[in-house]
C-alpha cells in the first residue's frame, strides 16, 4: 500500500492565519510595560508600608519596655551619680543593700550595645553584661534631672546630685531601609521621681 502527500507550495498564503504587524508589537509592548510598572510599584509601595508599620511596632514596644524598666529603678533608687548627660548610676535597694545600676547610652560606632540605650548592674566602668533596652538610638540622647517645684521658681533645673529629685529620658530611635524612608519614633518620658532620696533644695 502506498501513501502519498501533496507537495507543498511555501509561495502560496496559509489560509487562515496571519502574523502581527510592526505597530501591534509596539502597542502590545508599550501596554505591557505600563502593567508591569504599576505592579512593581504597587509591590514597593506596599513593601515600604509594611516595613514603616513593623518598625513603628518595634520601636513603640522597645520605647515602652525600656522606660518601664528605668522607671521601676528611678522610682526605688535612693540616690543617683551623674556620670554626664547620657549616663547615670542609680542606688537600688536590694535584699543586701544598696546595688548600683547603671543607665547609659552607647555612642559609639562599633560594639554589641553601639547606638543603643543600655542597662548595666554597676557603675559605669563594670565588666558586666549590657542589657540593651533600645537599638538603633540617636546621638542627641539625654537625660535631664529636676529638683523639687518651689513655688516662684520656673526653672527647677537640678544642678548636681544632692538637689536632684526627679529624672526624665529624652531619646530618639530610628529604623533605615534601601527603598523606604527612615521611620522615626521620639520617646520623652514623665519626670521619675527618686521616691527613697533626700534632696537639698
Known amino acids: 500500500m502506498t501513501i502519498s502527500t501533496p507537495p507543498i507550495d511555501s509561495h502560496r498564503p496559509r489560509s487562515g492565519r496571519r502574523a502581527f504587524?510592526?505597530?501591534e508589537v509596539l502597542v502590545s509592548a508599550a501596554l505591557s510595560s505600563l502593567i508591569m510598572a504599576g505592579v512593581l510599584s504597587a509591590f514597593l509601595f506596599i513593601g515600604r508600608t509594611g516595613f514603616?508599620?513593623?518598625?513603628?511596632?518595634?520601636?513603640?514596644?522597645?520605647?515602652?519596655?525600656?522606660l518601664d524598666t528605668f522607671a521601676q529603678d528611678a522610682r526605688m533608687?535612693?540616690?543617683?551619680?551623674?556620670?554626664h548627660a547620657q549616663s547615670i548610676t542609680l542606688a537600688v535597694p536590694t535584699a543586701g543593700g544598696m546595688q548600683s545600676v547603671t543607665y547609659a547610652y552607647d555612642n559609639g560606632a562599633t560594639g554589641p550595645t553601639a547606638g543603643c540605650f543600655y542597662r548595666l548592674p554597676g557603675g559605669p566602668d563594670s565588666t558586666a553584661p549590657r542589657r540593651v533596652l533600645v537599638r538603633d538610638v540617636a546621638s542627641d540622647f539625654n537625660f535631664t534631672r529636676y529638683k523639687l517645684e518651689q513655688d516662684g521658681v520656673t526653672?527647677?533645673?537640678?544642678?548636681?546630685d544632692l538637689e536632684t529629685k526627679l529624672v526624665q529620658v529624652n531619646l530618639r530611635a530610628a529604623r533605615t531601609a534601601v527603598t523606604a524612608a527612615t521611620t522615626s519614633q521620639t520617646g520623652r518620658s514623665a519626670r521619675f521621681v527618686l521616691r527613697n532620696k533626700r534632696v537639698t533644695n
Open 77 to 83: 533608687a535612693g540616690g543617683i551619680t551623674w556620670n
Open 21 to 23: 504587524t510592526l505597530t
Open 155 to 160: 526653672d527647677n533645673v537640678a544642678l548636681n
Open 52 to 66: 514603616s508599620a513593623s518598625s513603628y511596632s518595634e520601636m513603640e514596644s522597645q520605647l515602652r519596655r525600656a
